[in-house]
């Protein structure tokens, strides 16, 4: 991703979009999206779990009440994602356009000259919109590594809290196998959204 941001802090340089590339980074995002939704349906169930079980999985409900606050902060930052990586889709779709309007008028002007002053006035307006659409593009790439990088400090502090939940299952009485299983389902979960949060990181910095 560096590599690119710098080739687009040239406001005189048009950069060159993969839409594939971006499209496939939206599909991952609203996986992750869908997959941290269910964190906060399950540190719900844990909550009730740990109610049932009384005094001796008080530890436990307290670990579930903070997993359901890291998931509803989850939900936040991940709907923020979600808008950046919108955003570079749709100008990623803008600027391909613009791209290939700009490829036809270079066709025309090199059939003749009848039209040549009017074809490259209309094609500097499309360059100078390609520069801006860059110019956006360039700001969104930067956002959206900063708020990867939030995400996966907010998910390491889930993690810390579902590995918590597992150790204060243990004290959970006859109902401590039922709170381990919720307490691995949780950890489960959000190792699954690093994993491919880190792996969308990757990819987008290549």
Same mark, same amino acid.
């Given at each position: 991703?560096?590599?690119?941001?710098?080739?687009?802090?040239?406001?005189?340089?048009?950069?060159?979009?993969?839409?594939?590339?971006?499209?496939?980074?939206?599909?991952d995002i609203k996986k992750v999206i869908r997959t941290s939704s269910g964190v906060n349906l399950v540190a719900l169930n844990a909550m009730l779990i740990a109610k049932r079980s009384g005094e001796r999985s008080r530890g436990f409900a307290v670990m579930s009440s903070e997993?359901?606050?890291? #998931?509803? %902060?989850? +939900?936040?930052?991940? $709907? =923020?994602?979600?808008?950046?990586?919108?955003?570079? !889709?749709?100008?990623?779709?803008?600027?391909?356009?613009?791209?290939?309007?700009?490829?036809?008028?270079?066709?025309?002007?090199?059939?003749?000259?009848?039209?040549?002053?009017?074809?490259?006035?209309?094609?500097?307006?499309?360059?100078?919109?390609?520069?801006?659409?860059?110019?956006?593009?360039?700001?969104?790439?930067?956002?959206?590594?900063?708020?990867?990088?939030?995400?996966?400090?907010?998910?390491?502090?889930?993690?810390?809290?579902?590995? #918590?939940? %597992?150790? +204060?299952?243990?004290? $959970? =009485?006859?109902?401590?196998?039922?709170?381990?299983? !919720?307490?691995?389902?949780?950890?489960?979960?959000?190792?699954?959204?690093?994993?491919?949060?880190?792996?969308?990181?990757?990819?987008?910095?290549?």
């Amino acid at each position: 991703m560096e590599e690119m941001l710098d080739e687009m802090m040239d406001d005189t340089a048009i950069p060159v979009v993969d839409l594939r590339r971006v499209v496939k980074a939206n599909e991952d995002i609203k996986k992750v999206i869908r997959t941290s939704s269910g964190v906060n349906l399950v540190a719900l169930n844990a909550m009730l779990i740990a109610k049932r079980s009384g005094e001796r999985s008080r530890g436990f409900a307290v670990m579930s009440s903070e997993l359901r606050l890291f #998931s509803r %902060k989850l +939900e936040g930052t991940m $709907g =923020g994602l979600g808008t950046l990586i919108f955003g570079l !889709v749709r100008d990623a779709a803008a600027m391909q356009k613009q791209q290939h309007e700009q490829q036809h008028l270079r066709a025309a002007l090199a059939q003749g000259q009848q039209m040549r002053e009017r074809v490259e006035q209309v094609l500097a307006r499309k360059e100078e919109k390609m520069r801006e659409i860059g110019k956006v593009m360039r700001q969104d790439w930067h956002n959206l590594q900063l708020q990867l990088n939030s995400v996966l400090q907010l998910c390491e502090t889930g993690g810390f809290l579902s590995r #918590s939940a %597992k150790i +204060e299952a243990v004290y $959970g =009485g006859e109902m401590s196998g039922t709170l381990k299983q !919720v307490a691995n389902k949780i950890e489960e979960t959000v190792n699954e959204i690093i994993s491919t949060l880190q792996l969308l990181r990757t990819q987008l910095a290549e």
